[in-house]
């Protein structure tokens, strides 16, 4: 069995760091600003290089990181003067939302500042494409994720178990998630400490599943209850809301993580990002990877031991790519993951959770997750 | 304002009937077919002809029905045996499901019922498309949606508001999802009243809104309280939990429905489905349709009552194209919807529900959506 040692631990400051505490360091930034303007000097902006130049695995935290190179914009540059314009709007604007407590989508915040600048005919911003770059920027800057900037952005997973929350912002609602019928709580985009609070869990261990169908299977079988874990279905590749509510489970409470998802490299890739983080936001591994968390299934051995030869799927040209791509990141290097890509590769064949209702509807909650889990069988 | 007639009332039988009723009705289908054989006739199963031929819109009733032509598979036919024999097996698996209360995905009922039939090299299925197809045929043989026959399709969507609901299939749970904190309830995939009642709702409409972001921003803005309504997000096209919900409040508590959308093909859509159902599932408009829903926005006229051209976006083609399609169907054949299509089609523009952030992020909830709704400025 996964090891059992649910207590509420205390998170690190990056991770706890509330509005005024970012809205300080965004002030700071921006009077930094105005004071290298009023001295006449040619302000500078500094964030950090993305892009695979400065994205590295960190062997040590065992996740994604983006690395020190730091690119300094100066405002007085043709090439430069509107990016740095569109950064001190931006900037600006989550300050405010800082300051009054508001949030907003990055969709809402493009079109909230989207405008022609007054005695020109130059708009703010041309497309989200533009506002979107900047606030990565930003966040680099001031070192922290959107989430902790007022922004948000699309939610989706679902949460059930036995598990208290408090929505501290929204007249504190204390509500537990396995009282809430079938359907479980509908994730929010931000997970913040100082807006949701995990009052209490109860729990030994949280399983991940990909499927929202498997979600529904293992709440009809009881699988929570009678194995006592929290479930949360991402509906594929996981939210940011839904990566930092596991982040937190697992840091905060010391709840181990079980990631159980298709047998397919788009499956793989939703556990790796939940344990390792990926290059888009390397940056951010610190708030939402988990390195620790165990990948149960499904696995092209369970095809053979289980004798599901019959309810494999073939696979794509494109899979085959994307799995030997995979088979190069250094996060899948370990003996038992080469051997596991390796098998789907040579067979070319997936195998999804779904399928396992060919032995019956109830097996994979009643035999294949209890066994597994409680022996240890995970590809590591 | 729209009007406000809040009361429980009685649903019509095919709404409310539960398990037991559909068990029944499935073994009669099956039981007949024994007798056949028994008495030495060639089997034969009937169900409805689907497709546009057997597709029209009702106009007494508002909505797109199946019409009742038929079609009658003979069993000893070289080309409709194996239908036959897919058409039993599951409709044996789900009179099974019936009797013991459980649920399966399409998915899950496609991987438990495909194997080599014994002494052949026949496979029962060879592709989930052949699963479903004949689940449709069942549902129309039966005169029921797939709900009730204990399938699922994926769920999707989120309820917040004033609205008490009993999951008496899982512990009698009761829940307020207006107490779930910002994120609310996870809709799920079946929402039929002999599992999930509707206790209470004190609202006096119910907004169902396009995106999960402007579901997030209403909330945030204490929207659903401070004007007495229900909110669901559907993230996109409507999920059928979600429109089983939506049908069932409006039929049940008299509740009106306003929908939200952005102002496009896309979003017109997303509306129309709700409102008048689909040419798919023709036959299970008096599931699932809202004749009276009435479509409050984003139009084309707000964008210049609200000085809202510069944050409009341009109609790709294949909008443009769409946008056409939707102007020939007999449910857009209103003087309002024609105005408002051609419209669009002639400015080539679309306007997304975001886009009145540029006015300011409280606006939507302050101004647009209060004045419109009780001035009752819809397209109808």
Redesign the interface.
């Known amino acids: 069995m996964v090891e059992k040692k649910v207590k509420k631990q205390k998170l690190e400051d990056h991770e706890v760091e509330g509005n005024k505490d970012i809205a300080k360091r965004v002030y700071e930034k921006l009077d930094n600003i105005v004071t290298q303007i009023k001295n006449n000097h040619n302000p500078t902006f500094t964030t950090k290089v993305r892009g695979l130049s400065n994205v590295y695995y960190d062997e040590k935290k065992q996740f994604i990181q983006l690395g020190d190179k730091q690119v300094t914009r100066p405002f007085l540059n043709l090439g430069a003067a509107r990016k740095f314009m569109q950064t001190m709007i931006v900037a600006d604007k989550c300050h405010e939302y800082l300051l009054h407590d508001?949030?907003?989508?990055i969709?809402?915040?493009y079109?909230?500042l989207?405008?022609?600048v007054k005695g020109t005919k130059e708009?703010t911003f041309d497309g989200q494409e533009e506002s979107n770059d900047v606030i990565v920027d930003l966040e680099h800057s001031v070192n922290t994720i959107r989430e902790k900037l007022g922004l948000?952005a699309?939610?989706?997973g679902?949460?059930y178990g036995d598990i208290t929350?408090?929505?501290r912002?929204?007249e504190n609602?204390?509500?537990n998630a396995s009282?809430?019928?079938?359907?479980?709580?509908?994730?929010?985009?931000r997970i913040e400490p100082e807006e949701?609070e995990i009052k209490d869990v109860n729990a030994d261990y949280l399983l991940v599943v990909e499927?929202?169908?498997m979600y529904?299977?293992l709440?009809?079988e009881k699988f929570p209850k009678q194995n006592k874990c929290i479930l949360i279905g991402t509906?594929g590749q996981a939210a940011r809301g839904s990566r930092r509510l596991i982040h937190r489970l697992n840091k905060e409470f010391n709840l181990p993580v079980v990631v159980f998802t298709d047998g397919d490299p788009y499956g793989w890739y939703i556990y790796s990002v939940i344990k390792s983080g990926s290059m888009a936001l390397a940056a951010h591994s610190k708030f939402l990877a988990v390195p620790d968390a165990k990948f149960v299934g499904m696995t092209l051995t369970d095809v053979e031991h289980y004798g599901l030869e019959?309810?494999t799927e073939k696979m794509k040209d494109g899979d085959v790519k994307r799995a030997k791509e995979l088979m190069n990141y250094d996060w899948f290097k370990s003996a038992g993951w080469q051997k596991e890509i390796k098998l789907a590769i040579e067979k070319k064949i997936r195998i999804?959770q779904?399928?396992?209702?060919?032995k019956?509807?109830d097996f994979v909650a009643k035999e294949y997750l209890p066994k597994k889990i409680e022996n240890n069988i995970f590809v590591e």
Chains 1, 2 share one sequence.
Do not use: C
Request: glycine share 8%; net charge neutral.
């Open positions: 508001k949030t907003a989508s969709r809402e915040i079109y909230e989207k405008h022609t708009n948000q699309d939610p989706k679902s949460l929350l408090i929505d912002k929204h609602d204390e509500f009282k809430l019928g079938r359907g479980g709580w509908s994730i929010m985009s949701i499927t929202a169908a529904g299977r709440i009809e509906s019959n309810v999804e779904q399928a396992l209702a060919n019956s509807l």
